[in-house]
């Protein structure tokens, strides 16, 4: 797909995607209907962060959280506890005892991040203190941000507002530390390696992310698995623990779902749906049909 900021994080859920301006004509969204003996599963492929004056969903997913009674997310945003968030992040992404950011960089990488860091307004003495991995995170973060994307507008925020105004339940299908401890438990060569390339790709943000939006906003699940794929092989330590591995947790809990006398909107990061590992191909394993949505 080339250069992604960072590509990386296209499956993480605290970051998300560019947009490109709403495509008028009739075509194919990234939502799936799967039929269990009782309940339907809308399975959504999710962006997390939208621009404001392009916040528009496909219509699809509007009409599947109509028919839904449930909304599911990978964390239940509507009760995520903003300090419990914080205390994790103290416990788990922080440099400990005497280790310092500048020596485990070095010095020609420190000063890269810094400049780095410099040119998004991100205070270094903050960074100092984190581990690699957190670190290309916030400076993602960062970057969405200058470029006026934002996570208020994302798909799952979208659809919580909706539910919380009208009463609608809420669920996550893991925790804190299944969405994030796989970036902190990575060896610390790996988590240098993921801060390398954010530093690389984040020149190319826009221009790069509107090849993956515009996948996305056609439902054009070939791609959607090309991307993956290519990332996948480029660095499979980092896409187990980040998708793979989270699938394959997912997918009981998505399974029951189906048992249920009701229907479920299950909405996750787009590319855990699609390629070898993904949501979509798992379900045809276990002998579900899902049929993608216009």
Known sequence: MGRTVPRWLLALCLLGSLTLPAQHARAAAAVWTVRGAHGTVYLAGSVHLLAANDATLPAAFERAYADSSLLVM???LGKLDAQQL????QQHGMLTGDTTLRAVLGEQRYARLSAAAHSLGAPMPMLDKQAPWLIGVELAQFQYLSLGYDPEQGVDKQLLRHAQAEGKPTAGLETVDEELGGLERLPRADQVRILDQTLSELKDAQSDMRVVLS???RGDAARLATLLSK???????LYRPLVTDRNQHWLPQIEQFLREDRNTLVVVGALHLVGPGGLLQLLRQDGYQPTQLD
């Open 74 to 76: 990978e964390m239940d």
């Open 86 to 89: 914080a205390s994790w992040i």
């Open 215 to 217: 996948a996305w906003r």
């Open 231 to 237: 990332e996948y092989r480029e660095f499979p330590a």
